[in-house]
């Protein structure tokens, strides 16, 4: 994310004179304020922001409705929806749709356990992500909202696992020493880093029934390459490429025109099927990535309309922001 930001940011700076600095909180929703609060202090033309958690950084809109400076939200939201409003100095979200990540998940997750058993049945465990982030709760809502029509799918543990590999390691041990083989039929991750922690805990502890179980989020080579050597099952594409459309549409609006209120980046699914194309495919764009040093794979290698679950059109017909009414009693982060 920070790596495409500032390629992009050091293009904007060479071919047009931008001026382009950033902050890295760490994590830490304190000091991204006081970071954001410094920033605007310089009294910069825009500012962008991928919020660390949606209710502390919320406040951040405020902010720049008063000090009259734009801001665009990158990747992670806040409670604050962009408007039409032309008094709203928040002037544009671009993200990735987090409630689809979570339904592709679910949609997986019934995948899964109906070839294993044939019918879908069984017990899920749940490595969320960060507890307070617009990621991290949409994704466990999305999960629950397909799971919510299948009685015989019983998600029977969640840990927090932060966004993390080691996090994602350690709360697979935790679960594995909770749950004897038989008890676990498959792995929800929050990401693929976490998703990865979790099958060294699952090696480490000669789980072989779980090898392949996993479901996740993010499309990161690494995982890519557990799914297509049958480690892992399934991830939904999160790649943050946000640097062209951060740059354009920021500078389009200082240049007074129009831009839209939101705007989603495409997602692809990869998962093992048994599809030839979609195994070809996978391979292809591991390739692609390995050859070019990439840890995420670029829009442009296309496959789209290949890579992709049918159950979701069906499932989710309009976003979550145009229809609201998906989160009805979907609480995220459920202790089990």
Known sequence: FVRDVENFANRYME???????????GHNSAKQLADIESLLALKP????????????????????????????????????QPTDDPNDMYIQSQSLDFVLNGIAMGVAVVRFLTEKYGEPKGNVVELAGI??????????QGVKFVLKNYPNIHMIATRPAEFDRKMGYEAMRDLLETYPKGQIDCIVCGCDETGLGALQAIKEAKRDELIGALISTDAIVEYLEAIDKGEAYMTIECAPYFG????????R?????????????PQRVYI?????????LLKEHIKYCRDNNLNFVPVALGGQDVLWLPELDELYPKPWYEDPSIFEGLEPFTTY
């Open 15 to 25: 071919e047009f004179g931008i001026k382009f600095m950033w902050t890295n909180a």
């Open 45 to 80: 033309d825009l500012l962008l922001m991928s919020a660390n958690e949606r209710e502390p950084l919320n406040v951040v809109k405020e902010m720049c409705d008063e000090q009259g400076v734009p801001l665009i939200i990158l990747d992670r939201g806040i409670v604050y």
């Open 253 to 265: 609006y200082l240049n007074g025109e129009d831009i839209p209120p939101r705007i989603m980046l």
């Open 272 to 280: 093992r099927d048994g599809d030839p194309k979609k195994a070809e």
């Open 244 to 251: 062209l459309t951060a740059f354009e549409y920021g500078i």
């Open 131 to 140: 507890l307070g982030s617009e990621p991290g709760i949409q994704r466990s």
